[in-house]
């Protein structure tokens, strides 16, 4: 019981590493956020665009190139922490899978991955809402903040299961680019003439999508919203865990397998061990 937070943190550790080696993934981060979210501004149209907000009700009248920025911002975080958890998982799947075969706990994988999103959904969310602060000024940052971390949360552990899946890099990250592209594109009033369709409510963002519109136009809040977001990642998350654990099972019958070692030195330790040393 004692060894299972150290279990953990090598996991998350080893997780966070990967991350942060990931240089093309820190220069996505640091250049293409405000790229994409400040050209959106710039070009786009600023006429008011009159639309109905689902989540409450209401009519606003948003300027264009202000509801494309927020797109923006959206399809920015959605694509970048895909891609971050696609390239994580794809890239570490024979150490994952060699991992569990030596004893190592794949919840406590599976929970540092989670925890390894988290903390890069967070970074990636504030610099967006930070990025949009410089450029117009949104009547709740907070809840846009939270709107698109819960966002990047989805897309994450949607990069978990293609990572899982797919046998090509290039499949997987066709899957995110094309599905953050439909996803919102179709919600975006600015692009899409369906954007009041009643099929846009499938979509995987759209509790974000609703939430980040409130909190750029209205001063009302949208806790439902949110918790259809958290319903989506909760789904997501099931779906990448079930390819997690299709991909790392042991193919050997019962009776094939190897032996665990006694109790002073269990398989899990031996594989914190061997985490420990990797991520050194």
Not at 33 to 59: C, D, F, K, N, Q
Not at 101 to 123: D, F, I, Q
Not at 130 to 158: E, H
Not at 166 to 181: C, D, P, W
Request: net charge positive; hydrophobic share 50%.
């Amino acid at each position: 019981m004692r060894r299972q937070p150290t279990l953990f943190a090598t996991a998350t550790r080893y997780a966070l590493t990967e991350h942060v080696r990931n240089r093309f993934a820190m220069a996505l981060v640091a250049v293409f956020i405000p790229l994409w979210t400040v050209l959106a501004y710039l070009i786009m149209p600023g006429s008011p665009v009159r639309m109905r907000l689902r989540a409450t009700g209401e009519m606003l009248t948003p300027h264009g190139n202000e509801i494309t920025e927020i797109s923006g911002a959206l399809n920015a975080v959605t694509l970048i922490t895909g891609f971050m958890m696609f390239a994580a998982t794809f890239a570490g799947h024979d150490f994952d899978r060699r991992l569990a075969l030596a004893g190592y706990p794949r919840a406590h994988l599976v929970l540092a991955k989670v925890a390894a999103l988290a903390v890069a959904s967070a970074a990636v969310s504030a610099y967006a809402t930070a990025v949009t602060c410089l450029i117009w000024t949104p009547r709740q940052p907070f809840l846009l903040a939270v709107a698109l971390f819960s966002a990047a949360m989805t897309y994450g552990v949607l990069g978990v299961g293609f990572g899982a899946v797919m046998r090509r890099e290039v499949e997987g990250m066709f899957a995110i680019l094309m599905t953050s592209i439909i996803d919102l594109g179709l919600q975006n009033p600015i692009t899409s003439s369906g954007s009041d369709s009643p099929v846009i409510r499938f979509l995987p963002s759209y509790g974000a999508m609703q939430a980040s519109t409130a909190a750029g136009f209205s001063t009302s809040g949208v806790p439902d919203h949110i918790a259809i977001q958290a319903g989506w990642f909760a789904a997501a998350a099931l779906t990448g865990l079930l390819a997690f654990h299709r991909r790392t099972r042991n193919a050997l019958p019962p009776a094939a397998r190897p032996s665990l070692p006694g109790p002073r030195r269990a398989s899990g330790e031996q594989a914190a061990d061997a985490g420990t040393a990797a991520t050194g």
